[in-house]
């Protein structure tokens, strides 16, 4: 089974910064697209950012443009959202994601293609 664990959430004031961290362990028998996730409290889970097997391609959500940027390091089967410019609207649980069974191909999932989710880390952002 791939375990997906994220780290690196924390209580912040707005304008601050915070970088989370999210690592696949376990049966990882290739590297996978990957993305993140969040959700506040009385809200639905939204899409914030996504990430390509290699690394190069990325998409990200237009309220965390210029502000968030995802990335990854494939030789630690790891995965980090940089958190800039933080304000109280992103406060929420930050989930991770990956697509499972993905195949070869080198693309961006659509957010209903992710099939596996980390345990969530909580990010706080006050005035």
């Known amino acids: 089974q791939v375990q997906l664990v994220e780290s690196g959430g924390g209580l912040v004031q707005a304008g601050g910064s915070l970088r989370l961290s999210c690592a696949a362990s376990?049966?990882?028998?290739?590297?996978?697209?990957m993305a993140w996730f969040r959700q506040a409290p009385g809200k639905e889970r939204e899409f914030v950012a996504a990430i390509s097997r290699s690394g190069t391609n990325t998409r990200h959500a237009d309220n965390v443009k210029g502000r968030f940027t995802i990335s990854r390091a494939n030789a630690l089967n790891t995965v980090y959202l940089q958190m800039n410019s933080l304000k109280p609207e992103d406060t929420a649980i930050y989930y991770c994601?990956?697509?499972?069974?993905?195949?070869?191909?080198?693309?961006?999932?659509?957010?209903?293609?992710?099939?596996?989710w980390g345990q969530g880390t909580q990010v706080t952002v006050s005035l």
């Open positions: 376990g049966r990882t028998f290739s590297t996978y697209p």
């Open positions: 994601a990956a697509k499972l069974f993905s195949g070869s191909y080198d693309y961006v999932p659509t957010s209903s293609e992710f099939n596996s």
